[in-house]
């Protein structure tokens, strides 16, 4: 019974070690793209060029943050939580204010509203 728990186990790390490897290479070709889409849009001139990196941006980290997360399944020291927990709050923060950024930029680009009282 020790010998089959061992192997599931053993299973179960490998599955986990190259899941996260998979969602945080999905994240950093994520931001690649993002960035290189950016820097043609910025050359290019076209609209939303801050908008759409600021997408690309947040999609990443939240890949980043889904690969920290599932790492905590295989952590087994209490100091290993506390590292992950900071980076995970830290990836939160970081979504959070460009998550706002994006708020703030898509109500820029869409001009003052009109008041239909106005004219």
């Keep these: 019974m020790e010998a089959f728990y061992g192997i ?15 969602i945080e290479f999905i994240g950093v070709a994520v931001l690649m793209i993002s960035v290189i889409r950016g820097v043609i849009g910025i050359l290019t ?40 927990g900071a980076v995970i709050l830290l990836l939160a923060a970081l979504t959070f204010l460009i998550h706002w950024e994006i708020g703030l930029e898509t109500r820029k680009s869409e001009g003052p509203e009109r008041d239909p009282g106005k004219k």
């Design 8 to 22: 599931l186990s053993t299973g179960f790390e490998w599955l986990i070690s190259y899941a996260i490897l998979l």
């Design 45 to 84: 001139r076209k609209k939303y060029v801050r908008l759409q990196l600021a997408e690309g941006i947040a999609l990443s980290l939240e890949f980043k943050m889904g690969g920290e997360l599932l790492r905590t399944v295989s952590v087994r020291d209490w100091n290993e939580l506390l590292i992950l």
